[in-house]
T-cell receptor, first 115, second 112 residues
Framework: NAGVTQTPKFQVLKTGQSMTLQCAQDMNHNSMYWYRQDPGMGLRLIYYSASEGTTDKGEVPNGYNVSRLNKREFSLRLESAAPSQTSVYFC??????????????FGEGSWLTVV | LAKTTQPISMDSYEGQEVNITCSHNNIATNDYITWYQQFPSQGPRFIIQGYKTKVTNEVASLFIPADRKSSTLSLPRVSLSDTAVYYCLVGDSGGGADGLTFGKGTHLIIQP
């Protein structure tokens, strides 16, 4: 029972390089999310996908793009990395409707450093 | 989008009961109240969720008054391993981003 799986776990990038963070969930959840967390701070929502084929901006979308490849996978792309994007990135998913409320399942995080 | 307010930090001692209160004055009729725990270098983990009155599980209790404008997470007999950041979220079960905005949470420190 893998839950939410993120790759890579650690990555160092040079300013201007691009990369994609991969996320997959095996719980058949409809909604998926990408958050970033800076040291000592709360989580900030970057992008989310309410269902396969749809994506929407969250609080801090600038500098990022996302793709909901299918129901399982939701990737986050940095086209031209900047030092301000140094952070821990968390992917999350949740079931839709019923009494699921705000039950969100998180991945283990991806530590990204931009130098 | 219901906003929440929590204390920035709290401390207590092993064996004590800890209560963390969250204010959510503009909670909507369909909103649930959910609490998460986050340890350093890990993603947040679901603790408990409720809609009204009291909910209890093996980890915690959640008290919600009739007006639902606040909620209290109660951790019985805490241990050092309960030192973590605790987040309160309010929102419905729809597929959007409602209720998924995390604040800074409450940093709980448990001392021996």
């Amino acid at each position: 029972n893998a839950g939410v799986t993120q790759t890579p776990k650690f990555q160092v990038l040079k300013t201007g390089q691009s990369m994609t963070l991969q996320c997959a969930q095996d719980m058949n959840h409809n909604s998926m999310y990408w958050y970033r967390q800076d040291p000592g701070m709360g989580l900030r929502l970057i992008y989310y996908s309410a269902s396969e084929g749809t994506t929407d901006k969250g609080e801090v979308p600038n500098g990022y793009n996302v793709s909901r490849l299918n129901k399982r996978e939701f990737s986050l792309r940095l086209e031209s990395a900047a030092p301000s994007q140094t952070s821990v990135y968390f992917c999350a998913s949740r079931p839709l409707g019923g009494d699921s409320g705000n039950t969100i399942y998180f991945g283990e995080g991806s530590w990204l450093t931009v130098v | 989008l219901a906003k929440t307010t929590q204390p920035i930090s709290m401390d207590s001692y092993e064996g004590q009961e800890v209560n963390i209160t969250c204010s959510h004055n503009n909670i909507a009729t369909n909103d649930y109240i959910t609490w998460y725990q986050q340890f350093p270098s890990q993603g947040p983990r679901f603790i408990i969720q409720g809609y009204k009155t009291k909910v209890t599980n093996e980890v915690a209790s959640l008290f919600i008054p009739a007006d639902r404008k606040s909620s209290t997470l109660s951790l019985p007999r805490v241990s050092l391993s309960d030192t973590a950041v605790y987040y309160c979220l309010v929102g419905d079960s729809g597929g959007g981003a409602d209720g998924l905005t995390f604040g800074k949470g409450t940093h709980l420190i448990i001392q021996p």
